[in-house]
């Protein structure tokens, strides 16, 4: 088979070439789209994939536990208040607006008047049949006859809640016991008490009355005088009595002889119609803080209110009413 040759001349190469040449740019310009549009789809996918990882949800913390909703019902006390001093706030109350019988109680504004009376606290005072308890027939452990110092008398009056040395008290008093009782009632409005009335310095009346937010009034003002302060705190105080070797008077609040309370004023107090009382300004927090529980059923269950108070103080879930 015989070969053909072709043979073309200058002007058809030079159209050849030039139609080689737009193939190849032609080739090119599809290939740099073709990039391009990878590129875009590449940077949308990105950008999906991002939306679909910003949208997923953070890992959430472990909840914190809520704080224990406190409630008065929580205590035993039937009337229950706790106010902070330094700002007037009320953190919890119950039966506040009552107005009962405050047992021995009582005593801190026997000891207010006495104090004020600024009468000798080394003058001899004897215990006779006047002071003994015609009312309650509370027992005593001052026998008739006992001569203690004015001093002596309140600290057992304050601290043991010795009744006959309230009484005895009273009846020194300018005036008697009469004067005393008068001289408490002006006190008392003067503090701005007034839902309270006193009958006689002991207590042991139903008859003395008042409220929680007045016994607050009241234990502000025996805080401020020093000699109430330390008799009403101090644990035990030793006494000779009549015919006797030295007998040892303990405070009826448990709580004075715990390190770890800073009580600054305190008083117990109980007949039937009162029930278990206990009223105390107390250090917590570096706050004064005014206590008052009244009607209690048992000792313990005064003494156990104030602890879980105090306790709920320090874990901060009290605030304000």
Same mark, same amino acid.
């Given at each position: 088979?015989?070969?053909?040759?072709?043979?073309?001349?200058?002007?058809?190469?030079?159209?050849?070439?030039?139609?080689?040449?737009?193939?190849?740019?032609?080739?090119?310009?599809?290939?740099?789209? @073709?990039?391009?549009?990878?590129?875009? /789809?590449?940077?949308?996918?990105?950008?999906?994939?991002?939306?679909?990882?910003?949208?997923?949800? !953070?890992?959430?913390?472990?909840?914190?536990?809520?704080?224990?909703?406190? /409630?008065?019902?929580?205590?035993?006390?039937?009337?229950?208040?706790?106010?902070?001093?330094?700002?007037?706030?009320?953190?919890?109350?119950?039966?506040?607006? $009552?107005?009962?019988? &405050? !047992?021995?109680?009582?005593?801190?504004?026997?000891?207010?008047?006495?104090?004020?009376?600024?009468?000798?606290?080394?003058?001899?005072? *004897?215990?006779?049949?006047?002071?003994?308890?015609?009312?309650? %027939?509370?027992?005593? #452990?001052?026998?008739?006859?006992?001569?203690?110092?004015?001093?002596?008398?309140? %600290?057992?009056?304050?601290?043991?809640? *010795?009744? #006959?040395?309230?009484?005895?008290? !009273?009846?020194?008093?300018?005036?008697?016991?009469?004067?005393?009782?008068?001289?408490?009632? /002006?006190?008392?409005? +003067?503090?701005?008490?007034?839902?309270?009335?006193?009958? *006689?310095?002991?207590?042991?009346?139903?008859? @003395?009355?008042?409220?929680?937010?007045?016994?607050?009034?009241?234990?502000?003002?025996?805080?401020?005088?020093?000699?109430?302060? *330390?008799?009403?705190?101090?644990?035990? +105080?030793?006494?000779?009595?009549?015919?006797? /070797?030295?007998?040892?008077? #303990?405070?009826? @609040?448990?709580?004075?002889?715990?390190?770890?309370?800073?009580?600054?004023?305190?008083?117990?107090?109980? &007949?039937? $119609?009162?029930?278990?009382?206990?009223?105390?300004?107390?250090? &917590?927090?570096?706050?004064?803080?005014?206590?008052?529980?009244?009607? !209690? &059923?048992?000792?313990?269950?005064?003494?156990?209110?104030?602890?879980?108070?105090?306790?709920?103080? +320090?874990? +901060?879930?009290?605030?304000?009413?």
């Amino acid at each position: 088979m015989r070969s053909k040759l072709y043979f073309f001349s200058a002007k058809h190469v030079a159209t050849l070439m030039a139609c080689v040449a737009l193939v190849g740019v032609t080739e090119a310009s599809l290939a740099q789209q @073709n990039n391009g549009s990878d590129s875009q /789809t590449n940077k949308a996918k990105s950008t999906t994939n991002s939306k679909k990882t910003d949208s997923k949800p !953070a890992p959430s913390s472990k909840a914190k536990p809520k704080p224990e909703v406190v /409630t008065s019902g929580a205590l035993k006390s039937h009337v229950v208040y706790v106010q902070d001093l330094a700002n007037s706030n009320v953190l919890l109350s119950k039966n506040e607006d $009552e107005v009962r019988p &405050i !047992a021995s109680v009582t005593k801190l504004m026997t000891a207010i008047i006495v104090v004020d009376a600024k009468q000798p606290m080394s003058e001899m005072i *004897e215990v006779t049949q006047d002071d003994v308890d015609k009312l309650k %027939h509370s027992r005593s #452990r001052l026998p008739v006859g006992t001569k203690l110092t004015r001093g002596d008398m309140l %600290h057992l009056a304050l601290m043991s809640s *010795e009744n #006959r040395a309230a009484s005895a008290l !009273a009846r020194y008093y300018p005036g008697g016991t009469s004067a005393l009782v008068l001289a408490m009632n /002006t006190k008392a409005q +003067q503090l701005g008490m007034r839902q309270s009335r006193f009958v *006689e310095p002991t207590g042991l009346s139903s008859a @003395n009355v008042s409220t929680p937010r007045d016994l607050v009034k009241m234990m502000q003002a025996a805080m401020q005088r020093p000699a109430i302060q *330390e008799f009403t705190t101090d644990d035990q +105080q030793e006494i000779r009595t009549v015919g006797k /070797t030295a007998t040892v008077f #303990r405070n009826t @609040n448990s709580l004075v002889t715990k390190a770890d309370w800073d009580i600054k004023v305190s008083k117990t107090g109980f &007949i039937n $119609e009162a029930g278990q009382c206990l009223v105390m300004i107390a250090r &917590i927090n570096n706050r004064d803080t005014a206590i008052v529980l009244l009607d !209690a &059923i048992g000792r313990g269950t005064r003494v156990a209110d104030a602890i879980r108070i105090r306790q709920l103080m +320090q874990r +901060q879930e009290l605030a304000a009413l």
